[in-house]
Nanobody, 123 residues
Framework: QLVESGGGLVQAGGSLRLSCANSGRTFILSAYTMSWFRQAPGKEREFVAA????????YYADSVKGRFTMTRDNAKNTVYLQMNRLKPEDTAVYYC????????????????WGQGTQVTVSS
């Protein structure tokens, strides 16, 4: 029910904006903490960013802090990840996820996951 879009190929230093929509509208996205994760080839899935239910609080991995911005538009059932100053090491499949619980770095989201969108940053 979560569908990511906006991935693609970009040169280092460029920007992309990812979107994640609750396309099936089978749950109310505004009631969920939303997160972005990524997984590069041969590496484990890692946390990128998260946003609270109403968007008042955001959390970022140190590796993306200051370059990525996560926002949400609950009226559109969509969350976004604006990625600026991209680096080759940002290359990965990016996933969005939803969890009814408050954000915590101690556990992974458990309710919904998208299928992912590929981001490739060339040097």
């Amino acid at each position: 029910q979560l569908v990511e879009s906006g991935g693609g190929l970009v040169q280092a230093g460029g920007s992309l904006r990812l979107s994640c929509a609750n396309s099936g509208r089978t749950f109310i996205l505004s009631a969920y903490t939303m997160s972005w994760f990524r997984q590069a080839p041969g590496k484990e899935r890692e946390f990128v960013a998260a946003i609270s239910w109403r968007g008042g609080t955001t959390y970022y991995a140190d590796s993306v802090k200051g370059r990525f911005t996560m926002t949400r538009d609950n009226a559109k059932n969509t969350v976004y990840l604006q990625m600026n100053r991209l680096k080759p090491e940002d290359t990965a499949v990016y996933y969005c996820a939803a969890d009814r619980r408050l954000y915590s770095s101690s556990y992974l989201p458990r309710d919904y996951w998208g299928q992912g969108t590929q981001v490739t940053v060339s040097s």
